[in-house]
Each structure stands twice: as C-alpha cells, then as structure tokens.
C-alpha cells in the first residue's frame, strides 16, 4: 500500500514538473491561452495526468516516456507556429470577419458556428446593441469578439505581425497595403518580413524590428 503511494506521488510530481517546465520553455501562454492548440496542450497534459497516475498497470518508467513524448510535442508545435506562418494558419487558423461596415457575413458566421443570437449576445456584452454601428467585428481564435465602431480611427489590431501584413486591420483605417508599404519604406524598412510587429495609432506607424 505504501508502494502504491509512493508512486502516485512520484507521478504527480512529474506531472507538476512537466507543466512547469512547458511553461518555462514555451512562455506564460499556456497560462490563458489564445488559441485552439494551446487549449487543447492543457487538456491532453490533464489527461495523461488524470488517466494515469492512478494506474497501476503502467510504470513509472512507461509514465515518465509518454511525459517526455507529451513534452517533445508540445516544443515543436511551439516552433513551428513561431517560425512557420503557414504552420500556424493551419493549426491556430485565423480571425473570422463576421461584421464589415455595418453588414453581417452569414457564411462567416455559419463557419464559426455561431447564431445569431449568440452574435448579439456578444455585442450587447460590448454594449452594442445594432450591427449598423459597427465598422468591424473579428472573432479571434479564443472565440472572443473584437468590435471597431463605425468611426474610430485606431484599429484594435496592428498592421503587420510576425512579417505578415493584416489585411482587416487595414480595412479598418480604409488603408492598402501600397499605403502600408510606403510608410515602412519611409522608416528604412525594406520587406515587412524584417516586421516584428508594426502599430498604427493617432496618424502614426510604430514599427519593432526583428
């Protein structure tokens, strides 16, 4: 019996080590995560966890291998979004458009499943009570929605993150990407894949460089 202890408690312990050094390794986003997959890492860790802790049949040795498997995993799913945009699109996938100018895109919202009473619920929860007042709803991959109202200035999204341009987020300001294009220039800026992360806020373009 005191053997059965001692093993649950060793498997805890790997377990809390596992999640702290994910943590530590990949960064504080799988504190409130952003996306499907950072989700879906902390469930399939609680799993594991969960599921076999308490399981005699399998081994410290078999438990502490589906750990480092489990870890390995996570690290290269955290790579790969961090330097492939493609990889990233296709595992987070992207922001819906669900309201542009005032009008609602019923396919978009079909696709992101949700009602139209769950749209204005969201709204109303931004007190909002009329899509004819919003130049712009984005759902984000978390499945919150980001509301730009029918004459704001700034955008609520930057203009180019991780080297790729964002597109809604020009709409937003009625900018194009020749625009965009001219002002990086302007600050010595040759490709947008040398951006980091560029701002638009108050007439201005606050670039950060890789």
């Known amino acids: 019996m005191i053997v059965s202890y001692i093993n649950i408690a060793i498997k805890l312990a790997l377990g809390l080590l596992s999640i702290v050094m994910v943590i530590n390794f990949t960064g504080k986003g799988n504190l409130a995560p952003s996306s499907a997959s950072d989700q879906v890492q902390n469930y399939v860790l609680g799993g594991i966890i969960g599921g076999m802790i ?88 978390n499945g919150q929605l980001i509301v730009v109202m029918s004459g704001e200035e700034n955008p609520r999204y930057p203009l180019i993150t991780d080297g790729t341009i964002q597109a809604q987020a020009l709409d937003s300001i009625d900018k194009t990407e020749e625009w965009l294009l001219e002002r990086i220039k302007e600050q010595g800026v040759e490709s947008v894949s040398d951006v980091f992360l560029a701002e638009y806020e108050n007439g201005n373009l606050n670039i950060v460089l890789y």
């Open 54 to 141: 308490y399981n005699e049949n399998i081994g410290l040795l078999q438990y502490f291998i589906i750990l480092l498997i489990w870890f390995c995993l996570v690290l290269s799913l955290r790579w790969l979004k961090t330097n492939n945009v493609f990889f990233k699109k296709a595992i987070d996938g992207e922001p819906s458009l669900l309201i542009s100018r005032g009008k609602l895109d019923t396919e978009a919202c079909r696709k992101a499943g949700l009602t139209a009473h769950e749209i204005m619920f969201k709204l109303r929860s931004n007190n909002i009570y009329s899509i004819r007042n919003v130049k712009q709803a984005v759902l984000e991959q």
